[in-house]
């Protein structure tokens, strides 16, 4: 049974930061390509950051620079670090794992910047 379960999310100050976690179970995780995308409320659903099983990196233009994917194949998990947070980063963060055909999805964890 696969299983992406996020962890990390919160309310956080602008400029501040937030580290979210993704333990993967259920599938070959080091031959996927894993990402975080994020959703917004009355928006659709967009690309954050990927990582692909070689390694290569993906990051949407709001985020490069202020956001880091990295992952971990010996613990089946990737993690986001995302700093100089911004109110429009506020949304619902959820951990995609893809593979030619199969496509898998976290629940998704709240990421709130307020002051």
């Known amino acids: 049974q696969v299983q992406l379960v996020e962890s990390g999310g919160g309310l956080v100050q602008p400029g501040g930061s937030l580290r979210l976690s993704c333990a993967a179970s259920?599938?070959?995780?080091?031959?996927?390509?894993m990402g975080w995308h994020r959703q917004a409320p009355g928006k659709e659903r967009e690309l954050v950051a990927a990582i692909t099983d070689f390694g290569r990196l993906t990051y949407a233009d709001s985020t490069q620079g202020r956001f880091t994917i990295s992952r971990d194949n010996g613990k089946s998990t990737i993690n986001l670090q995302m700093n100089s947070l911004k109110p429009e980063d506020t949304a619902v963060y959820y951990c995609n794992a893809q593979r030619l055909w199969n496509n898998y999805w976290g629940q998704g964890t709240q990421v709130t910047v307020s002051s």
């Open positions: 259920g599938f070959t995780f080091s031959a996927y390509t």
